[in-house]
């Protein structure tokens, strides 16, 4: 059967929360209903979710990896975080490349991994990476020794620029500390990631896709939901409502989703994800993935729930992350050189 013609038939599948604030579910919506390139397959979902039953009873909530991240339980965890966040895009190398990677603590590591344990590995060198002003007129020679490893970081200018961003953007709205910006929130999640899509512009991941504004904010989401599982849901990582949160469109999940047959390529797109060719920034391509991911998750997520699982967005995020961190078997992950994911 044409995916076309499936499409028309599941409209009826892509029903919105009634109140969405964060905007990501329904901004994406029209994506995922009028997008050609790339669609969701409703009995992929089912199957996945058959399968996580019946797999090892899967972790009720996010689990926090302190070998890799700096973790203080005061407000110098709570910046350090921003911070991890606001560089945590884009570790892919150029095609044929090997990718950056750094030595800690006897282990080498890449991408997201190597990001983190580099800021770790930062401050147990005295890189107080908590304080504004430290971050805000940081030099190209600290941050590349910060990062120092096999090859260099992608996007090292862009890097920089966001930790200059994060230490300005501190003091001169949250007195230097973004605990500031939690209790603003009020422990809201949702309120706390559009403050820092609105705050903090390297946060605003926001895309136009015919005429019409498209928010993922992964980030920003992504942010919220690290200080949730840092704190273990107390103090800065208390939030009143996480499952309001979506999924965090980054390039891992699309990778896994589509192995899993949960989501499908068109041929044209399928070739030139499959050959590594860049998929640029804004196209209709990128954001009908992200679009796609996004709901294939909301719909895992309603699946899960329907059989009696409470899991949320971020701890369905979590577990298919963690699964594309062994992705050698699978085809290869969208390349799109860009700061947002
Ligand atoms: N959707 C989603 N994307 C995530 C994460 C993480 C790591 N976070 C958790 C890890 C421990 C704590 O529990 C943190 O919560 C990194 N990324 C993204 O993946 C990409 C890096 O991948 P690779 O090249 O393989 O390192 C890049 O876009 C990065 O932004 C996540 O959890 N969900």
């Known amino acids: 059967m044409d995916n076309l013609h499936r499409h028309d038939e599941d409209d009826d599948l892509y029903t919105l929360p009634g109140h969405d604030p964060l905007g990501v579910l329904s901004s994406t919506q029209v994506v995922v209903e009028q997008g050609e390139l790339v669609w969701i397959n409703p009995d992929q979902i089912e199957q996945l979710c058959e399968r996580w039953l019946h797999d090892a009873p899967t ?90 490893g096999e090859q ?41 990631a559009l403050l820092l899509a609105q705050h903090f512009p390297s946060f605003h991941d926001v895309a136009t896709y015919h005429g019409k504004q498209v928010r993922f904010l992964k980030r920003a989401q992504i942010c919220v939901a690290d200080l949730s599982a840092a704190f273990h849901g107390e103090g800065w990582g208390r939030f009143t409502d996480l ?3 979506t999924i965090f469109a980054d390039y891992k999940l699309p990778q896994v989703l589509r192995h899993y047959g949960v989501l499908t390529y068109h041929t044209s797109l399928a070739q030139r994800v499959d050959t590594q060719e860049l998929i640029p920034a804004g196209s209709e391509e990128e954001i009908e993935i992200r679009a796609c991911t996004i709901w294939a998750c909301e719909l895992l997520r309603r699946a899960m729930e329907r059989r009696g699982s409470q899991l949320t967005a971020a701890d369905i995020d979590l577990k298919l992350w963690l ?17 947002y994911y």
């Not at 339980?73 to 921003?82: A, K």
């Not at 966040?85 to 750094?102: H, M, S, V, Y």
């Not at 961003?165 to 209790?183: D, T, W």
């Not at 594309?324 to 860009?338: S, W």
Request: some cysteine; aromatic content about 12%.
């Open 59 to 148: 972790t009720a909530s996010p689990q926090w990896f302190e070998q890799y991240h700096f973790t203080d339980g005061t407000q110098r965890t709570v910046n350090w975080l921003l911070l991890l966040d606001a560089l945590n895009f884009c570790f892919w190398a150029e095609k044929g490349q090997p990718r950056w990677t750094i030595e800690y603590q006897g282990e080498r590591l890449n991408g997201y991994w190597a990001e983190a344990a580099a800021l770790k590995r930062a401050v147990e060198e005295g890189h107080p990476l908590w304080d504004a002003e430290y971050l805000r007129q940081m030099s190209a020679e600290t941050l590349a020794q910060i990062f120092r």
């Open 152 to 192: 260099k970081i992608p996007l090292f200018d862009e890097r920089l620029a966001h930790t200059h961003e994060v230490g300005r953007i501190l003091q001169e709205q949250f007195s230097g500390q973004f605990s500031n910006a939690i209790e603003q929130s009020q422990h809201s999640a949702v309120t706390l």
């Open 243 to 245: 499952g309001m949160m």
């Open 323 to 339: 699964i594309g961190q062994n992705a050698k078997e699978m085809r290869p992950y969208h390349r799109t050189r860009t700061v």
